[in-house]
């Protein structure tokens, strides 16, 4: 079992509509948790983080994190065309000491048509 | 400069070449990553730096991978006797603090170095 994982997709979705993105991971240690954009051929930029159960609003975003099912998501309303991209979800994990390590899913590619 | 930058942008190296990979993180940022990226998954961890301490270099595929950042700067990863399953892009990343990667202290990714092994 990879250390965090997503599906893949594509997730397909239309302009507009409510988008949900879900990761899982197996450091039921983990402290914070981030979801970061890819647009294709580019970097990663950082979206969201979260470190507490519950949910958290950053504009059109919301993560949303459940520490009990090691669970972690990601919503995005309204969505535009422009957020069609490869969300990553991304775990400080806490094993062994390495709180400093960022461990990466494979991502999950969106496409919003519009 | 502003961000992270690495070089080269795109290197093609035979089979068997040694190549070396670039990172100019932003000045001042502590932490410093070393990611490999193949095409259609996410960020593999390499090895992580804290200032010129490599603290972590559980991510090398192999002894043919080496990274140093000799001055708590600049880092150079260097892969030797390139192999085909070394192509993928190789990413930089660099953050102020230790661990709090949030907005106070967010990783700031550079392009990246694609590289292609025939």
């Known amino acids: 079992q990879k250390e965090v994982e997503q599906n893949s997709g594509p997730l397909s979705v239309p302009e507009g509509a409510i988008a949900s993105l879900n990761c899982t991971y197996s450091?039921?240690?983990?402290?914070?948790f981030f979801w970061y954009r890819q647009y294709s051929g580019k970097s990663p930029e950082l979206i969201m983080f979260?470190?507490?159960?519950g949910d958290k609003e950053d504009g059109r975003f919301t993560a949303q994190l459940n520490k009990a099912s090691q669970y972690v998501s990601l919503l995005i309303r309204d969505s535009q065309p422009s957020d069609s991209a490869t969300y990553l979800c991304?775990?400080?994990?806490?094993?062994?000491?390495?709180?400093?390590?960022?461990?990466f899913g494979k991502g999950t590619l969106l496409t919003v048509n519009p | 400069g502003a961000g992270v930058s690495q070089s080269p942008r795109y290197k093609v190296a035979k089979r068997g070449q040694d190549v070396a990979l670039r990172c100019d993180p932003i000045s001042g940022h502590v932490s410093l990553f070393w990611y490999q990226q193949a095409l259609g998954q996410g960020p593999e961890f390499l090895t992580y730096f804290q200032n010129e301490a490599q603290l972590d270099k559980s991510g090398l595929p192999s002894d043919r991978f080496f990274a140093e950042r000799p001055e708590g700067s600049v880092s150079t990863l260097k892969i030797q006797r390139t192999q085909q399953e070394d192509s993928a892009v190789y990413l930089c990343a660099s953050s102020l603090g230790v661990a709090d990667y949030s907005y106070n202290s967010p990783l700031h990714f550079g392009n990246g170095t694609r590289l292609t092994v025939t």
């Open positions: 979260i470190y507490s159960n």
């Open positions: 991304a775990v400080n994990l806490n094993s062994g000491g390495s709180n400093y390590k960022l461990t």
């Open positions: 450091d039921r240690g983990s402290q914070s």
